[in-house]
């Protein structure tokens, strides 16, 4: 499968403050999402967030603002489960969606799972997803990757998205790029 950004979304899946503090190598998946979150707004590729339980646990990390404003608030664990947030993406009328976020074991295999069963045609990034340790982070990538679903890299997604070192806006995606190493 190839990305297009005509007919891509990106997910961020719960990456709220109190998560985040408890999960591992939690600076590499913040670093790795804001990067393709930036280039999904560049590109003006849709960005959905969700936060579960926000009234205990918080909204999204507001390094994601301006990008994400109004994530979903769920209590489910998959992201397809949550009726606003499933009916927005259907309203989008895309069919490739992309996940980052956490946890990798839970809320994104269980909704990468959830849109694979719903015809959407799925991407991982292993390099923004974790859990709360390595061991959870691996298995879960691995019950993912064992389903169909594929595992890429924030910088492949982001190249293929691109696809011309030509386009108008290269420059700001190499500043991307930098900024995010």
Known sequence: MQLFPDRSVLVLVDLQPKFM??????DRVMNRSLFLAKVAKLLNIP???TVQNQARMGGLDEAFGEICPNP?????FSCTENAPFFTALEGLERSHVVLVGVETHICV???????LGAGYQVVV???????????????GMERIRDAGITPAHTEAVAYEWFRDAARPEFKAFLEIVKSHP
């Open 47 to 49: 960005v959905l967030g």
């Open 72 to 76: 979903f608030d769920k209590m489910t």
């Open 109 to 115: 295999s269980l909704t990468a799972h959830g849109l």
């Open 125 to 139: 990034c292993p390099d923004a997803v974790s859990s709360r340790t390595q061991d959870r982070h691996k298995l």
């Open 21 to 26: 503090a408890a999960i591992h190598e939690a």
